[in-house]
């Protein structure tokens, strides 16, 4: 038989109106706002299996909720110390990549009266953690090119390297099952394959798409 668990009654009236307004905001993150809902619904008289259905989880995970909120109180709508997944990027590496997106491309090059580019200021090169990128003749070509400026995506997230994401996406556009006589042909087929992902562009998203609700078959919901 299921196990019947019940919010902790509102210690104050402040308790209780931050628990509400949680609940009903509008920019909380989802997570706080679910959990706040479950002890919103529990104090309405619902019971697990029926906030569970409201808000499509786990009757146990609703009951897991509303016993910490009982121990814990309003730290129980928080996650944890060290819960989920662990972050890729230090504070320092997120700020320095955000404050390097924000400023203007350093070294863009600029065009003479004549025609030719001539590159100014500081080039920032950003590459991958691959071990050709790290190796000595690399090292010491930027030792003899001091206006050029090697970063390193952070270990484990490549994708971070949009250049990944591109040549995936022109690999199976373009390459993907055929076969070619010289490097004309290669040139035509990568001219061809972007031709055709540019015609159905979108902007682009950062980060994992949402996941799709799933739609259920059959709701069971067992009264006591």
């Given at each position: ?7 902790r009654a509102p210690t104050d009236p402040i308790e209780a109106a931050q628990i509400r307004n949680l609940a009903q905001s509008h ?87 004549d025609g030719q580019l001539a590159a100014g200021g500081k080039l920032t090169l950003i590459s991958d953690n691959l071990s050709s ?19 390193f995506i952070p270990v484990k997230a490549a994708w971070l390297n949009l250049m990944e994401l591109w040549w995936r996406l022109l ?54």
């Amino acid at each position: 038989m299921p196990k019947l668990c019940h919010a902790r009654a509102p210690t104050d009236p402040i308790e209780a109106a931050q628990i509400r307004n949680l609940a009903q905001s509008h920019h909380a993150p989802y997570d706080c706002k679910q959990r706040a809902q479950m002890i919103a619904l529990s104090w309405e008289g619902l019971r697990t299996g029926e906030i569970a259905c409201h808000l499509r989880c786990h009757p146990q995970t609703v009951r897991e909720r509303l016993e910490r909120f009982r121990t814990e109180g309003l730290d129980a709508l928080t996650n944890r110390p060290g819960a989920g997944r662990e972050a890729r990027l230090t504070e320092r590496e997120r700020s320095q990549f955000i404050g390097l997106v924000v400023q203007t491309p350093p070294g863009r090059p600029v065009r003479q009266a004549d025609g030719q580019l001539a590159a100014g200021g500081k080039l920032t090169l950003i590459s991958d953690n691959l071990s050709s990128h790290k190796s000595r003749p690399i090292q010491a070509w930027l030792a003899k090119h001091p206006r050029v400026q090697q970063l390193f995506i952070p270990v484990k997230a490549a994708w971070l390297n949009l250049m990944e994401l591109w040549w995936r996406l022109l690999r199976r556009e373009a390459f993907a099952g055929q076969s070619f006589a010289d490097t004309d042909e290669v040139s035509h087929a990568a001219a061809d394959g972007t031709r055709r992902l540019n015609a159905r562009a979108k902007p682009w998203v950062w980060g994992r798409p949402a996941r799709t609700p799933r739609k259920r078959r059959r709701t069971f919901v067992y009264r006591l």
